[in-house]
């Protein structure tokens, strides 16, 4: 088994089989969305023809939806799986929203929640598209006065409750909707149903990896976790390698890498976060440069799959710094060159 190239396959990173990027968000089941900019090259660069202007448009007509979601973070998730992500992530989430509230000396009452949110959905629904600015504005004309961290906190558990989502695509900030609007009716799964579903969006495009992982990305209980897995019976099979259990699908993809391959992977990418064990990819000796040990993800550098440098986004020429000076910029100046075709402004 050659995990990396596996990977970089069922990740679409390499011969990517969509050409909508809906497509490549419903392959993967959700993707972290952390760095609001960059999040559209980790779904563009998976297609076949990468294009900020595809993005935008599924973006803007509600085909991609972006919220607090898995681990209390930024998610993207398809319309159709919105509601079966919410059902299934919203409580684990809460959860560990309340904990950061508790860290940070922020108590909330249901009363104060009902008052505000009120307002929140008052706003959303009259403009249709909004940002925190907007509400803001709103909470003041009522007399409601509130710092930004504590507004923050009232969106997150109105986009848990499914209230709130993500609204249009703007340049630079985040701006929200109501979720009945973007969306549509609420669609109830089957819960059964929906471990299976999302069980196999992650290996599907995951794998091979672990139960840990699939843990770590779902913010799931481990039963939860096993019992997705049992779910999916014998679609799933069992490969060993160095001492460790991966699960892979019978339908995985094991054709069309190609050797020589430089990627250009934006900061939050599923290629490490989607995993607790990051090692196959990332040489330990560098894992600093990648990520921090409190969560912060940085643009990476990619050869054949495997981790060795730096890049940087919005620089607009190309700069890169490899980890042990092996290549050189010119070596990455096609990757870069379809990074700026893609991310360029219609």
Request: charged residues 25%; glycine residues 6%; hydrophobic residues 40%.
């Amino acid at each position: 088994m050659n995990p990396i190239a596996i990977r970089l396959l069922n990740q679409q990173l390499v011969a990517p089989r969509f050409d909508d990027p809906v497509e490549v968000v419903g392959h993967l089941g959700a993707i972290q969305a952390q760095e609001y900019r960059m999040m559209r090259w980790a779904v563009s660069m998976r297609t076949k023809k990468p294009s900020a202007k595809a993005f935008k448009d599924a973006f803007d007509n509600g085909s991609i939806i972006r919220l607090h979601l898995m681990r209390g973070t930024w998610q993207l998730v398809t319309a159709e799986d919105y509601w079966m992500m919410i059902d299934l992530c919203a409580d684990k989430a809460l959860a560990v929203t309340k904990g950061w509230m508790s860290s940070n000396n922020i108590s909330i009452s249901d009363e104060e929640i009902i008052r505000i949110r009120e307002v929140l959905v008052r706003t959303a629904g009259d403009q249709g598209s909004v940002t925190k600015e907007d509400f803001v504005r709103s909470l003041s004309n009522k007399g409601l006065l509130m710092d930004e961290h504590r507004l923050s906190y009232h969106i997150r558990l109105a986009e848990l409750s499914g209230v709130l989502c993500s609204g249009d695509l703007l340049p630079m900030k985040a701006s929200y909707s109501l979720a009945l609007d973007k969306v549509g009716s609420r669609v109830k799964v089957d819960r059964d149903e929906a471990l299976m579903r999302l069980t196999r969006k992650y290996f599907q495009s995951r794998q091979p990896a672990t139960l840990e992982d699939y843990v770590w990305w779902s913010g799931l209980n481990i039963s939860d976790c096993r019992r997705g897995i049992a779910l999916l019976g014998d679609t799933l099979h069992v490969e060993r390698w160095k001492g460790r259990i991966f699960y892979l699908t019978d339908d995985c993809r094991t054709r069309g890498f190609r050797k020589g391959k430089f990627l250009l992977i934006p900061p939050y990418d599923e290629y490490l976060i989607g995993y607790k064990s990051r090692d196959i990819v990332l040489p330990a000796e560098h894992r600093h440069h990648a990520h921090s040990n409190n969560g912060i993800f940085r643009p990476i550098v990619a050869r054949d799959g495997v981790v060795c440098g730096n890049w940087f986004p919005f620089n607009e020429n190309c700069q890169v710094t490899f980890f042990n000076g092996e290549y050189r910029v010119e070596d990455v100046m096609d990757a870069w060159m379809g990074y700026k075709r893609a991310m360029k402004k219609d």
